[in-house]
């Protein structure tokens, strides 16, 4: 979301005033539970899918003169959308496109990194492998620094075309983005990923589908296939005496039992104890009051507080959610 004040048109008037701008793109109410990983949330007041930087960019800029609240939906695994739904403008980011320059790859921010990877094994480019099995698409990877195994995007960043919150278009640079654990830049600024370029390099086809291959039976050996669910609910705690230097978050978890809990539709994967998944009933008012359940019991047991890797979208019934 990039703006807290209130519409200075009703949600009527709103809606037209977008239509009128964007013939044929503006929904309303339009559910979302399609629309994330968990399969549950109320719908969106406003609803447009963009394709084009250019479409972007203008939307940002009318909605943001609206004064209506947005926010930028990838693939929605890493959110959890209330109950309620949203009340503003969703935005969802279809900008695609696949093209190599060199050993350099750059993507539109709505493919999804699986087919990311892909594309960069047919193209025999190297460095991306250890993303294998990581959901979303390459805007939010961006967005949040995603990450596996000891490495993460900003180990490839090279730059992005990134799109403010009032419609501006611009090129930034890998130092803008002060890159941390789970973190970019993107998440103070409010700003939008229109395209990422990243450099890789040469390898073999048969070597770099074989680390594919590897990581991802390893992925599917503990992570879920089909079951609803955003991955890993929350951070690993930063331990330089921790391997790869991360505390699993998982690992706390079991010690206090997460794989024995359950409330309402929602329960944890039984081989993850960091996974919340969806058994099919859950509202995200289920999994919201889990996730408070295993964060009240680690901070008892472990004086640790664990943080969340997902975003909370819409109103909650605990107050700041």
């Not at 949203?86 to 695609?96: A, D, F, P, R, V």
């Not at 081989?271 to 919201?288: M, V």
Request: proline share 2%.
């Amino acid at each position: 979301m990039t703006t807290v004040k209130k519409p200075l048109l009703n949600w009527d008037e709103a809606a037209g005033a977008l239509k009128k701008g964007f013939a044929g793109q503006i929904e309303t109410d339009r559910p979302l539970s399609s629309f994330n990983t968990f399969g549950t949330g109320g719908p969106a007041r406003l609803f447009a899918e963009v394709r084009t930087t250019e479409e972007l960019a203008k939307l940002v800029q009318v909605a943001h003169e609206l004064y209506i609240p947005y926010f930028m939906l990838g693939g929605g695994s890493n959110v959890l959308v209330s109950d309620r739904g949203y009340e503003g403008l969703i935005i969802k980011n279809s900008i695609m496109g696949l093209s190599t320059e060199g050993e350099s790859i750059t993507s539109g921010a709505g493919e999804r990194l699986e087919d990311l990877i892909n594309f960069a094994a047919q193209c025999a480019l190297s460095g991306l492998e250890f993303a294998t099995g990581i959901w979303g698409t390459v805007g939010g990877a961006v967005y949040g620094n995603a990450g596996a195994y000891g490495a993460d995007i900003s180990t490839l960043f090279e730059s992005a075309q990134l799109v403010d919150r009032y419609g501006n278009m611009r090129e930034e640079k890998m130092p803008y983005f002060d890159f941390s654990y789970r973190y970019s830049n993107l998440k103070k600024t409010g700003e939008f990923v229109a395209k990422a370029k990243f450099a890789l390099r040469k390898g073999k086809k048969e070597s770099i589908q074989a680390k594919i291959d590897e990581i991802s039976a390893l992925r599917s050996e503990r992570l879920p296939r089909n079951e609803k669910s955003a991955g890993c609910f929350f951070k690993n705690i930063i331990d330089s005496q921790a391997e790869h230097g991360k505390l699993p978050a998982g690992k706390l978890l079991e010690g206090v039992g997460a794989k024995d809990l359950h409330f309402g539709g929602a329960s944890i994967f039984g081989k993850h104890a960091n996974i919340i998944i969806n058994t099919g009933t859950a509202t995200s008012e289920d999994i919201r009051k889990l996730a408070s359940i295993l964060k009240d019991r680690v901070k008892e047991k472990f004086g640790i507080e664990l943080k969340e890797e997902i975003t909370y979208l819409g109103q909650f019934e605990e107050e700041g959610l």
